[in-house]
């Protein structure tokens, strides 16, 4: 079992920046590839960014890629989500999960363990 619990989320004004966190426990976080992924209201949970154990592969969503980084620090079993120049297509409820493989994958479906989220609010 790995827990997750995401942090970080807010409300910012379209152009600021956030940093979320997402802090692991349970069974060793460098087994597991980290995703993020996003649930806007009325929408379908989406794929916001991947890293592998090793932070030597990241995966972006096109509608986040140049405003985003996605980083790690397994040795405070957190993973990061940096996001800049935040637009209120942004607003959502952000979740970190975590798959146990090498390299995450960009599907719901393939993730094993999911934090309860945190909340991204975006005003214009």
């Known amino acids: 079992q790995v827990q997750l619990v995401e942090s970080g989320g807010g409300l910012v004004q379209s152009g600021g920046s956030l940093r979320l966190s997402c802090a692991a426990s349970?069974?060793?976080?460098?087994?597991?590839?980290m995703g993020w992924f996003r649930q806007g209201p009325g929408k379908e949970r989406e794929f916001v960014a991947t890293?592998?154990?090793?932070?030597?592969?990241?995966h972006y969503a096109d509608s986040v890629k140049g405003r985003f980084t996605i980083s790690r620090d397994n040795a405070k079993n957190t993973v990061y989500l940096r996001m800049n120049s935040l637009q209120p297509e942004d607003t959502a409820l952000y979740y970190c999960?975590?798959?146990?493989?090498?390299?995450?994958?960009?599907?719901?479906?393939?993730?094993?363990?999911w934090g309860q989220g945190t909340q991204v609010t975006v005003s214009s």
């Open positions: 999960a975590a798959e146990a493989v090498p390299i995450g994958g960009t599907a719901v479906k393939e993730y094993d363990y």
């Open positions: 890293i592998s154990r090793t932070a030597a592969i990241k």
């Open positions: 349970g069974r060793a976080f460098r087994n597991y590839a």
